[in-house]
């Protein structure tokens, strides 16, 4: 299938048609001026097309168009290394056990901070990622509180809870980033709260109602006795967090504005 050639088609900062009609789906890096020869980069037998008129067309793919999909995420090496300590961190969390209090078989732990700690300084995407390795380990190894499984969680009464994880770790990421980079830990901490108990209790109250078989009332009354933990949980979090943003002001909004550098084209010599 031939393909477009916009390698020598962009000249003067002009866009070509195939660049303009492609824009958004695939990120195309022009070079050169439009010419009818050879393509420099594929050898004398690589000769544009341009008999119709329009943007030359060449029987071999072009270098200059990369089939990379805008947008889609990308996680470098550094942020994998993030990602795997902060999984690590909720993992080390669950180690001192659970605390079981009445009957609504759902413990208090701490890993709910690591979620909110993960959250508040990964952002919504490598926060999330680091929750779902915790969750995907958990489905062969006993890395929850209490020496528990995913799949021992995901049966009982604590599933909704589990779950719950996934949005409250990407809000507390998302407003984050919005907040940065003037963190603070007042706003950090209703950040928290909003995520680790209003986010994550709707989740845990939907799976008591379906796997321990509770009223909407029920359930709501036995997560009363989760709100101060919780409460505490949210400000040491935003405390962890605003000292970690002071320290590093770049961790979140660093590589954004490296990008956004990069891309402001230098200006002309006078």
């Avoid at 050879?38 to 990369?66: L, Y």
């Avoid at 795997?84 to 079981?100: E, M, S």
């Avoid at 990622?129 to 995901?154: D, E, F, K, M, Q």
């Avoid at 009363?224 to 770049?250: C, E, M, N, S, W």
Wanted: proline residues 8%; contains cysteine.
């Amino acid at each position: 299938m031939a393909a477009r050639c916009v390698q020598h088609w962009h000249a003067g900062g002009r866009k070509s048609p195939a660049q303009r009609q492609d824009q958004g789906k695939i990120r195309v890096i022009p070079q050169g001026r439009l010419r009818a020869g050879p393509c420099p980069d594929q050898g004398p037998t690589h000769r544009p097309d341009i008999s119709s008129g329009g943007p030359p067309t060449c029987k071999e793919p072009c270098p200059a168009v990369s089939t990379r999909i805008s947008g889609a995420p990308t996680f470098s090496a550094r942020d994998l290394a993030q990602v795997a300590v902060f999984a690590a961190l909720i993992i080390a969390l669950g180690l001192p056990g659970t605390i079981n209090i009445g009957t609504s078989g759902v413990p208090i732990t701490l890993q709910t901070l690591g979620v909110m700690i993960a959250g508040a300084l990964l952002g919504p995407r490598k926060g999330v990622l680091a929750v779902l390795t915790v969750i995907a380990l958990g489905l062969a190894l006993p890395v929850l509180a209490g020496g528990r499984t995913s799949l021992t969680s995901l049966s009982s009464a604590t599933a909704g809870f589990l779950i719950g994880w996934i949005p409250t770790v990407a809000l507390i990421g998302w407003l984050t980033v919005k907040l940065l980079p003037r963190y603070n830990v007042i706003v950090g901490t209703a950040i928290n709260l909003l995520g680790g108990i209003v986010v994550l209790y709707a989740f845990g109250i939907a799976g008591m109602m379906i796997r321990a078989d509770l009223t909407f009332a029920k359930a709501l009354s036995l997560n009363v006795t989760f709100l101060p933990g919780d409460a505490i949980k949210a400000v040491v979090a935003a405390a962890v967090a605003a000292q970690v943003h002071r320290a590093y002001p770049a961790l979140l909004t660093g590589r954004a504005a490296s990008r956004a550098t990069a891309s402001t084209p230098a200006p002309d010599a006078a």
